[in-house]
Structures are given as C-alpha cells and as structure tokens.
C-alpha cells in the first residue's frame, strides 16, 4: 500500500527566504506526482505535475524535483512572499483499479512579513 | 474558463436528514472523484466514476451514494446513514485515457463544508 509522508506538517519562514517542502512515497511504481496549494477553507489549485519519466518541473518560483528511485519529491520555492502562505499537499497516482491516487497530509506554510 | 463547481459552498444537515452536494465539470473530463478531508487525515477517496453510467466505492463508500447520468455531472448524496458527516467534501475530475494516464493529474472544486446541526 502506498505511503505519502510530508515533513514537517508546519512551517513558518521571514519573507523573501527560499524554501523546500519534502515530499516521500514508500513505493516508487508511480506514474505521476502532483504538488497542490490549498488555502483555508478553499479547493486544492495544482502548482506542478511531474510525470513519472521527467526529474523536474517549473513554474515561476515554483520547483519541483522527482527522484522515484529514493521515493523523494522536493518543492523549492523561490524568494518567499506572503501570499505564499497555504498548506501544500502532494499527491502520487500509481497503478490500481482507478489509477490509485495517496494524498499526503500537507505542510502548513506561513510566510512572515 | 473550464473548470468544476461544487455546490452549495456550506451545507447543513439535520439528524436523520439525507443532502446532496452538487459537482458539475466543464473541462470534458470522464474520470471524476469525490474526496472527504478531516483535519490531519488528509484526503480520502469516497467514490470515482471513470465513465457515464458507472461509479466505484472508494476507501470510505458507507453512508454516501452517487449517480453518473451525464459525464458532467457527480453528485453525492450524504445519507443519514453515515453517522459522522461533517467534514470538507472535495470533488476533482482527471481523464483515465490508460495508455496515457501519466500525463493527467487532477483538478479540483472549491469545495462543500457539510455540518450536521
């Protein structure tokens, strides 16, 4: 069965600081891996889907990196703003009857003024 | 713009009482997915339907039910059988194309937030 960890589930960091969030899946038979952003109360908006055949992905400050065979993804985000802050989930799709999708649990980010 | 609107954005229910939240999506996708998210579980998965007419229970099915009779629309029936309701309830669509599912992740709804009064 796959596991999705993320850590730490929080994290708070001054403004204008480069950050990574840590993402790590127990089986590395993955066809994609999706990085989402999701405010209080609100829907999960896709940042970055890295397919399991590519390393990285950009987008703006956005990064993210793919290492199947260690089972590790990693976030790097860019020169931190405010309205950075969100909790940000990664979510694996694997092999299954519906193409099993594990979310993890997220990583609370706050980004200090 | 394409996208998935989930209604109502709160609901709430009374004991006994079976609602239904609404999940519309104009993107043309086939598969599509309803999600509960509880503090510090995560998501887990309710129902999918990859296709008109079909739907598959999830990890956590009982007490809920769904219908597919148009490919854009799922909605899901919270009956009162499912004793603990309230939660954030996540709709999301994706294509199950097999030979291409690699390049197809999800897409999401602004959400439902059930509360049982």
């Known amino acids: 069965k796959q596991e999705v960890t993320q850590i730490p589930a929080a994290l708070s960091v001054p403004e204008g600081e480069n950050l990574v969030l840590n993402c790590s899946f127990t089986?590395?038979?993955?066809?994609?891996l999706q990085w989402f952003r999701q405010d209080p109360g609100k829907g999960l908006t896709s940042l970055l889907l890295?397919?399991?055949?590519?390393r990285e992905q950009t987008s703006g400050r956005l990064n993210a990196s793919l290492d199947k065979s260690s089972g590790r993804s990693t976030l790097y985000i860019a020169a931190s703003q405010p309205g950075d802050s969100a909790t940000y989930l990664c979510?694996?799709?694997?092999?299954?009857?519906?193409?099993?999708?594990?979310f993890g649990t997220g990583t609370k980010l706050q980004v200090i003024p | 713009d394409g996208g998935i609107t989930q209604s109502p954005k709160y609901l709430f229910r009374k004991e006994g009482q079976n609602v239904t939240l609404s999940c519309e999506q104009n993107?043309?996708?086939?598969?599509m997915y309803w999600y509960r998210q509880d503090p510090g579980q995560g998501l887990r998965l309710i129902y999918y339907s990859q296709i008109v007419n079909d739907f598959q229970k999830g990890d956590i099915a009982e007490g809920y039910s769904v219908s597919r009779e148009k490919k854009e629309s799922f909605p899901l029936t919270v009956t009162s059988a499912q004793k603990n309701p309230t939660a954030f309830y996540l709709c999301?669509?994706?294509?199950?194309?097999?030979?291409?599912?690699?390049?197809?992740?999800?897409?999401f709804g602004s959400g439902t937030r059930l509360t049982v009064v």
């Open positions: 890295i397919q399991s055949s590519q």
């Open positions: 999301a669509s994706s294509s199950p194309r097999q030979l291409i599912q690699a390049n197809y992740g999800y897409t």
């Open positions: 979510a694996v799709r694997g092999p299954g009857g519906y193409q099993k999708v594990t």
């Open positions: 089986d590395s038979a993955i066809y994609n």
């Open positions: 993107l043309n996708h086939d598969a």
